[in-house]
Nanobody, 124 residues
Framework: QVQLVESGGGLVQAGGSLRLSCAAS????????MGWFRQAPGKEREFLVA????????SYADSVKGRFTISRDNAKNTVYLQMNSLKPEDTAVYYC?????????????????WGQGTLVTVSS
């Protein structure tokens, strides 16, 4: 079993930056592809970005491409989401998730483990 805990959310002005962290416990993530998702009020949870176990391949949603960057540190069992040039429409609860496989996916139901989420609020 894998437990995921996100941190780093908060209130930031438009144009600012935040770095989210997702720390795993229970076992290592060295064989798990990881993803970040978000859910805005009244909207469905959406895929943002995913990374393979080696960190060498990622896929980004168009809404965050060029602004958000995923990375992972397998030694620390942690995945990060660097968010730059934040916009008010980025306001949401951000979740990290782990697959049981090394390959990435954009589909929510293909992720087996989820964190509790961290709130990001971007003011205009």
């Amino acid at each position: 079993q894998v437990q995921l805990v996100e941190s780093g959310g908060g209130l930031v002005q438009a144009g600012g930056s935040l770095r989210l962290s997702c720390a795993a416990s229970g076992r290592t993530l060295s064989s798990n592809a990881m993803g970040w998702f978000r859910q805005a009020p009244g909207k469905e949870r959406e895929f943002l970005v995913a990374v393979t176990v080696t960190g060498g391949t990622t896929s980004y949603a168009d809404s965050v491409k060029g602004r958000f960057t995923i990375s992972r540190d397998n030694a620390k069992n942690t995945v990060y989401l660097q968010m730059n040039s934040l916009k008010p429409e980025d306001t949401a609860v951000y979740y990290c998730a782990a697959r049981r496989y090394v390959s990435t996916s954009t589909r929510l139901h293909e992720y087996a483990y989820w964190g509790q989420g961290t709130l990001v609020t971007v003011s205009s």
